[in-house]
């Protein structure tokens, strides 16, 4: 029973909006208008289903959906920094897309300026991580040799360095999806550029311009001969 509340648990806190948590000193601060505080209130409340389910997952578990979830909310805070466009996701996200996989959006997180060197250098931590425990068949742990040098490493935690490996990589999730959240909620999805109809004079006047361009450098060419 534990175990089938902790799949439905972690099914629908891998699926987070694209808002985010602010408080009201905090939204207010930002400039952030009172629909985006309240859906970022809303989403506060899918982070915190997302670390009672991550708290109950067992060490594979924990790795393969925490960095399932930051994958998505990256993918949401990337979405709000292109314009808006209904095949943006197909074009992008999905499939063979530039932006498909997890290293892909966080490299384009970074050089957005959405998140710094420290967090991006976690985040592929956090990704290496998560490829051990899914391309390995034995039961491998967080005490695994590897996979502690590597939460040793982490920037973002705040326990001693004699705590947990699982309890530093937990950590780092949570302080670097704070800072994702917060990002989004900044974000403002720029307009798409608007069409332009080129007057027909005006394309009479480029032709003509290119025309006597072309013909004075065949001229030169001609005397240098």
Sequence with gaps: MKAMCTSKASKSAAQPNSGLHADDKTGHALGI???REALGK??????????????QE??????????????VCLENLLRRCFVENKKAKED???????????SAKIK???YLGKIAPSER???????SIRNDFAHHAENIDFDNQSIRD?????????????????GKYTASVSCILA?????????????????RQVPVEVKKQVRERMTAAIAQASDEKRNTA
């Design 33 to 35: 208008s009172a629909d």
């Design 42 to 55: 809303k989403l506060f409340l899918e982070f915190l289903e997302f670390r009672r389910a991550l708290t």
């Design 58 to 71: 067992s060490d594979r578990g924990c790795a393969l959906f925490a960095a399932a979830y930051l994958d």
């Design 92 to 102: 992008l996200f999905e499939s063979q897309g530039p932006l498909s996989t997890f």
């Design 108 to 110: 384009m997180a970074y």
């Design 121 to 127: 250098k976690d985040l592929d931590t956090i990704r």
């Design 150 to 166: 590597r939460c040793s490493n982490l920037v973002h935690v705040w326990q001693e360095k004699d705590a947990r490996p699982r």
């Design 179 to 195: 800072k994702i959240h917060i990002e989004t909620l900044k974000a403002m999805s720029p307009e798409e550029q608007a069409e």
